[in-house]
Every structure is written in structure tokens, then in C-alpha cells.
């Protein structure tokens, strides 16, 4: 498996993780032995960077990969999140230390593990400047319980003030062929500061895969809201699905492998991390580390590609993200 930094001063991950938020339930259920053998697989096949997060299915992920991790920790760079409370109001940030502190002992318990590697907030909490949560997350490293500091959905100007409290080894946002948001601001101040891209719905959530059909998708399963699969946004990216198959076709490759392989080819410091529960797909991503596309073909995908029609999340979420 081709390897990358994660930032600067942070390991050496595969170039391609895994992203556990379906095995947690936000695509509807999932059969828990199938995402247990899913995890041991990327373990055996390379792949060292598992993502996760304390609120997807109520820890339910979290508990997951720390099974799979099971007599294997060596072979993982664990990455979790923390900074999201739910309510009946639905999920909002909580950026305030001592809730960032409150919540590490639990994720340790069920990773089962003594620290992570890469420890993330998972949102920008406007009411707590960022310096007071950094803070807290480096104060966890000191403590010996966290090895690295990470942020999502981050602003540039929010990375520059967090990066004086402590090196921030990755942000993870978005960032894929329909949605490059990261290109104009982002991802120039990451590089200035040393602090890798880990790209997250590198593939549209499934969509960009080819594989996605809203009709078939199950209850539970946030993509139901996703405005991008609705109306005329929907009518809309199946063209754009349409022009990514086509092109896959004539490279001999899957819509997913070549989705895949343009996030990877944007540089040497963006790892993706794909989201899957099942061994098949975990195969097929895989193989995408192995894809080199011509400088030609770059130009090609990226043209014809433009920005996805709609939001990326409904108005609630959509507020939370970028600050």
C-alpha cells in the first residue's frame, strides 16, 4: 500500500484509510461480522489509518473497530473525533474543554486501546474561541493519551490561529471530484503550515461509485436528506455520474477507482478515506492506489467535472461546517 505523512511531524499512513461512520449505522443497518472482517481486512491488506468517531451510532463504531483492533494495535494509526453533542435539537458543536476531555476516556474504553493517534474535533464550536479548544486536545497529549491533534471542516483562518496553540497534524473535510472547495484557500494554508488533507466522502458518499441508488437506500441512512440526491440536484449529478462512468470505462477502471485516484493525485499530503462495511468495496478502493492518471486525463476529469448541484448538507449542518 502506497504510504503518506500525516502532517509534518505525524506517521506514515497508507495513502488510502478507512472511514467507519457506515459501520456505525449512518447508512442504515449494518451487519456487524461482515464490518468486523471488513476492518481485519484493511488491517491485513495495508491499509493502517481507521477513522472513526465517538457519536457515530453512539459509539457503536467506535466499539467495532476496538474489536477488530483486538490483539493488533500495533498494526493501526487510529484517528477518532470528539466535539459533537446531541440533543432533541439534533447534533450541534461542543467546542468547550471540558467537554473535549469528558468525552476521551470513553473512546479509549471502547477502542480499547491506551491513546489515540489522531485525535480531531469534529466541528468548530463558534461560542469557544479555537484556542481554548486546542488547548484541551493538547493537553490530552501531554497526558500521554493522544499522539496527534487534528481539526474538521476547519477555515483557513481557524487553522492559522489553532496551529499557534498546537501543530495540527490533519484536517478532514470533504474533498472529492464533485466538491473542491478546499482548492482555493484551504489547502494552500495546509501546506504552509505542514498539516495533511484526509479527505472524507472522497467518493460523494457513494454516489461518485456508481453504486448509489436513492430508491434502494434503507431507513436510517443520512443520504436520504443529502440535498444533492434530491429533485433536480439529483437529475443534475446523474449526468455528471454519467460522464465519470464513461470516462472510467475507457481507463479500464471502476467510477470509484477513479474517483479515488483523482483525490490521490492532488498531492503527496492528501490521504483518503473512503467509508465502506463491506470486503468487496474494500477491495476495490484498494486498488486505486495503484491508478496513475496522465497530466492529460487530470486536465480531462477536472473540466469536465464541475462543483456537484446542491448543498453538501441540509441548512442545520451546513452552518457547522467551514468556521
Same mark, same amino acid.
Given at each position: ?38 476492518? !481485519? ?15 457515530? *451510532? ?28 446531541? *440533543? ?34 469534529? !466541528? ?17 497529549? +501531554? ?60 467518493? *460523494? ?10 430508491? !434502494? ?30 470516462? +472510467? ?9 477513479? +474517483? ?28 486505486? +492506489? *495503484? ?31 467551514? !468556521?
Amino acid at each position: 500500500m502506497l504510504t503518506r505523512k500525516l502532517g509534518s511531524s505525524g506517521p506514515s499512513v497508507s495513502a488510502i484509510g478507512l472511514g467507519t461512520m457506515g459501520i456505525g449505522g449512518s447508512y442504515g443497518p449494518a451487519d456487524e461480522e461482515e464490518a468486523l472482517n471488513t476492518v !481485519r481486512l484493511a488491517l491485513d491488506r495495508g491499509i493502517s489509518l481507521i477513522d472513526t468517531a465517538d457519536f457515530y *451510532g453512539a459509539g457503536a463504531s467506535e466499539r467495532a473497530v476496538g474489536a477488530a483492533l483486538a490483539g493488533r494495535r500495533d498494526d493501526a494509526v487510529v484517528a477518532t473525533k470528539t466535539g459533537m453533542q446531541f *440533543g432533541p435539537g439534533g447534533p450541534r458543536p461542543n467546542g468547550r474543554p471540558e467537554f473535549i476531555k469528558s468525552q476521551l476516556d470513553g473512546s479509549l474504553e471502547r477502542l480499547g486501546v491506551d491513546y489515540v493517534d489522531l485525535y480531531y474535533l469534529a !466541528r468548530v464550536d463558534p461560542e469557544v474561541p479555537i484556542e481554548e479548544s486546542v488547548g484541551a486536545l493538547a493537553d490530552m497529549v +501531554a497526558a500521554g493519551k493522544v499522539r496527534h491533534v487534528g481539526l474538521c471542516e476547519a477555515s483557513a483562518k481557524t487553522l492559522r490561529r489553532a496551529s499557534k496553540v498546537h501543530p495540527i497534524a490533519a484536517l478532514q473535510t470533504e474533498y472529492s471530484l464533485w466538491e473542491r472547495h478546499v482548492e482555493a484557500e484551504i489547502l494552500p494554508t495546509l501546506r504552509e503550515l505542514g498539516t495533511a488533507l484526509v479527505a472524507y466522502r472522497p467518493l *460523494g458518499s457513494g454516489f461518485l461509485s456508481g453504486k448509489v441508488t436513492v430508491d !434502494r437506500l434503507r431507513s436510517g441512512d443520512f443520504r436520504l436528506g443529502d440535498p444533492r440526491l434530491q429533485g433536480d440536484n439529483l437529475n443534475q449529478n446523474l449526468r455528471l455520474l454519467t460522464a465519470v462512468q464513461e470516462f +472510467a470505462d475507457k481507463k479500464g477502471v471502476t467510477a470509484a477507482q477513479l +474517483a479515488l485516484a483523482w483525490v490521490l493525485s492532488r498531492g503527496d499530503d492528501i490521504i483518503a478515506i473512503p467509508g465502506t462495511k463491506r470486503r468487496k468495496y474494500l477491495e476495490e478502493n484498494i486498488e486505486a +492506489a *495503484g491508478i496513475s492518471l496522465s497530466d492529460g486525463e487530470l486536465e480531462e476529469l477536472s473540466t469536465m467535472i464541475p462543483a456537484a448541484s446542491g448543498d453538501r448538507y441540509n441548512p442545520a449542518l451546513l452552518k457547522t461546517i467551514d !468556521r
